[in-house]
T-cell receptor
Framework: GENVEQHPSTLSVQEGDSAVIKCTYS??????FPWYKQELGKRPQLIID?????GEKKDQRIAVTLNKTAKHFSLHITETQPEDSAVYFC??????????FGTGTSLTVIP | GAVVSQHPSRVICKSGTSVKIECRSL??????MFWYRQFPKKSLMLMAT?????????EQGVEKDKFLINHASLTLSTLTVTSAHPEDSSFYIC?????????????FGPGTRLLVL
């Protein structure tokens, strides 16, 4: 089955700096890559997603890039704010039929 | 936006008993629902995928006789943990997606924290 790896496991940045989280996947058939933010004790929330026919997608301060050849995708958060502090998960899926999650990155934005 | 509810939010049970967790899509029809297990400060582990009206597909290593999944309608899926043991204690989260072609987004329920004594 699919294997998704995520790095780093923890990340601390100063407020206003950028944060980058990277994921790799193993199944070349995966074609949908969502990113989720999970705050303590709450459900994961979709923050951005990308499909395999697109190399980059941006939504305000958040962007995701995908390299299909290398089978890796990254989340970029610019101008970080304290409320961005949370655990972020990447996932890989084949047309949304099954989702395999990365191990998570705990992001702390220091005011 | 799409809303998924889960009930109960917390349950404590004795070892050997069975526990049923319900997952409902409140404002959309969920062709597919997923069940995950999440350990403290860990990732979500996909347990099974259930499609309405058919048997669930379990991930490798997940005992289908222990974790019974029923997806009897387009808005309800249930997970029953049978003969629960302390090692089954965990956070169980469901998610649902509409199943329309090109709509892969899954929406998560709030989770159920199970403690088996």
């Amino acid at each position: 089955g699919e294997n998704v790896e995520q790095h780093p496991s923890t990340l601390s940045v100063q407020e206003g700096d950028s944060a980058v989280i990277k994921c790799t996947y193993s199944d070349s058939a995966s074609n949908y890559f969502p990113w989720y933010k999970q705050e303590l004790g709450k459900r994961p929330q979709l923050i951005i997603d990308i499909r395999s026919n697109v190399g980059e997608k941006k939504d305000q301060r958040i962007a995701v890039t995908l390299n299909k050849t290398a089978k890796h995708f990254s989340l970029h958060i610019t101008e970080t704010q304290p409320e961005d502090s949370a655990v972020y998960f990447c996932a890989a899926s084949i047309t949304g039929n099954q989702f395999y999650f990365g191990t998570g990155t705990s992001l702390t934005v220091i005011p | 936006g799409a809303v998924v509810s889960q009930h109960p939010s917390r349950v404590i049970c004795k070892s050997g008993t069975s526990v049923k967790i319900e997952c409902r899509s409140l404002d959309f029809q969920a062709t597919t629902m997923f069940w995950y297990r999440q350990f403290p400060k860990k990732s979500l582990m996909l347990m099974a995928t259930s499609n309405e009206g058919s048997k669930a597909t379990y991930e490798q290593g997940v005992e289908k006789d222990k974790f019974l999944i029923n997806h009897a309608s387009l808005t309800l899926s249930t997970l029953t943990v049978t003969s629960a043991h302390p090692e089954d204690s965990s956070f169980y989260i469901c998610s649902a997606r509409e199943g329309e072609w090109g709509i892969e987004t899954q929406y998560f329920g709030p989770g159920t924290r199970l403690l088996v004594l």
